[in-house]
């Protein structure tokens, strides 16, 4: 079934904070295999002009796939989870993301369309601190393959 | 600040290609730290029921190593003011002692104001491409006073 039109312009109330740690930036840049010292050494990133140690460019998909999920499991939407690919991604940094941040997101549906049988949706999540002050703003296409209509059986799989 | 200056920076320079492997053990660390737990990024049979080849990386994943490749070009990670990708193709990573192998590119398209570049980068999996119009703008150090 195609998903609901209406739902474009639709905003999830933001998020409780989320509080950037030390250690989760650590462990986040150990798996992306990335040594600079400014997600690990505090004086190194205060040497660079940074209040603490600061998070790497995709660290803030942790603080918006969660926001997200909001959306994407609403059971209005009904999208079908097991079924969702990334299909685009991008991030404009306001200003750097660092250790003790507490982080809130906004997540808006920016569109809905259906192609080639895939529902495809497009979000935007507001991050900003709880004092409002805006810190990136991240987009998402969100691909449900083979959802959009009547597939023949055994078509994707 | 940024180590690398505006003024160092021409149209056409070339950064990389570096080869990154990505095995399973990566994807598992991955999902951890980023709280992505999908099982088509870690569970062979799940992968497979859902009509993928293989367990396959996060798409994040692929654009964290690309977005390293660009920040360590730059010497510091908050130059990076703009930076997006479409995922074209999924990189499979089979469980095969291997597993995959990513070699990332990038090149300067432009010189825009501000002391800003834009970059476009490239990711290979062998002959596939597995990001497009993957673009990153980077705010340099201007000229020495």
Known sequence: MPLDQSFVGRSYPASGPYEVGREKIREFADAIGDADPVYRDTEAAKAAGHPDVIAPPTFPTVITMRAQR?????????????????????????????????????????????AAGNDILTTRSEVTTEDGEPVLTARAVIVARGTAEQQPAGNGS | MPVLRYDDVEVGDQVGPVAVPITRADLVRYAGASG??????????????????????????????????????????????????????????????????????????EKLDGNRVRLEVSALAGEQKVLGRAIAIVRLAGRLA
């Open chain 1, 70 to 114: 909001v959306l994407i499991q609403d059971p209005e939407l009904g999208l079908d989870y097991s079924r969702v690919v990334h299909g685009e991604q991008s991030f404009q940094y306001h200003r750097p993301v660092h250790a003790g941040d507490r982080l809130v997101t906004t997540v808006y549906v920016d569109g809905i369309r259906a």
């Open chain 2, 36 to 109: 992505d737990f999908n099982p088509i990024h870690w569970n062979e049979r799940f992968a497979r029921e859902v009509g993928l080849p293989d367990v396959i990386a996060h798409g994040m994943f692929t654009m964290a190593l690309a977005a390293r490749l660009v920040t360590t070009w730059a010497g510091e990670p908050s130059a990076l003011v703009d930076y997006g990708v479409r995922f074209t193709r999924p990189v499979v990573v089979p469980d095969d002692g291997t597993g995959a192998t990513v070699e990332f590119s990038a090149k300067v398209k």
